[in-house]
Every structure is written in structure tokens, then in C-alpha cells.
């Protein structure tokens, strides 16, 4: 089945991401990337906040022509006192049918967490530029590719995220969606 996917981002990593995850089942024809305003902050902090942005970036980019419209967003939550990143992405198919998913999560440097709740930096690329010098990294490998001396890079956390999202929609018999 050939598909029309709109993303939610001009992000290339993003898109890269949620393309390579959507090929595994469909024959993608052709991709409409956009940048959507959010009313998240640039960082999200909490499951809930980042869900948001991700469902915001969803519906903010669906047209008519989309089969399916993807947002993906990355931020902050807290286990037991430590931080971690993760992404989630949403899926909207033209139906109507929704579904989301979370990409591994890795633990985020306690001081690079502190920089962002204090406001030295308003998102965790910026004080990853700040270590690495790499500028726009999170266009290109991510902290986790830095942090994975390259063995994961970013586009996979969002591939690995919208994977897990395409789970219901692709049974949809188990999730009693037919």
C-alpha cells in the first residue's frame, strides 16, 4: 500500500526517524514535512508535557492528502530522582484512529537536567553543543549518538518510537479498533 505521510517536523533526523519506521510496512510515495508551533517549551519536562508536543505536532501537520500524520517529541522524565530523555511519537491515520509510542530512554547528566530546570539553557541541544561544539546535533547524531560513540544515533530513538506507536494501528484487531 502506497502512503502519504505528513510529519510534523523539519527536523532531518526526525524525519529520517519516522520514514524509515513507516517503510518496514508501507510503500511511502511521498513525505510532506512542517514545522508546527507547539505550545510546549522547548524542553519538555514530564510523560504528559511530552505527549502534548507530540500530539500537537500530529494534528498540527494532518491535511486532507495524509494517510497518516506523525509528531515526535523528545524530553525529560524523572525515575527514582534521575532523569532520563525520551521520544515519543504520535500517529494519527486519516481515519481518525490514534495511537503512541516511546522510544528507549536514557539517562540525561544530572548537571545538564539542572542547566535546563534553571534556565541556562532552554533545551538539552543547546547544552550538548555547549560539550560537544557540534552545532545543530540534534539534527544530526543527538547526544545519544555522542553518548554511544556513535553506535545509536538519534534517528533511531525516533524510529524505535514510532515502531511502538504503529503496533496498534497494525493490529488493530487486538486493540479492538475495527
Partial sequence: MSITLCIGSLNPVKIKGVRTAFEEFFTVSKIV????????PPQPLGLNEILKGALERAKGCFEPECDYAVGVEAGFYVVNDE???VEISYV???????SYGFSPSFPV???FY???LTGKYKELEEAVEYLTGVERIGEKQGFIGFLTKGRLERYMLSY??????????????LYGLI
Fill in 109 to 111: 547528566p544530572r548537571r
Fill in 114 to 116: 539542572e542547566w535546563i
Fill in 83 to 85: 532523569p532520563f530523555d
Fill in 92 to 98: 494519527i491515520e486519516k481515519n481518525g484512529s490514534y
Fill in 33 to 40: 514535512p512542517r514545522k508546527v508551533p507547539i505550545s510546549v
Fill in 160 to 173: 524505535a518510537a514510532t515502531i511502538m506507536a504503529l503496533v496498534k494501528l497494525l493490529n488493530k484487531e
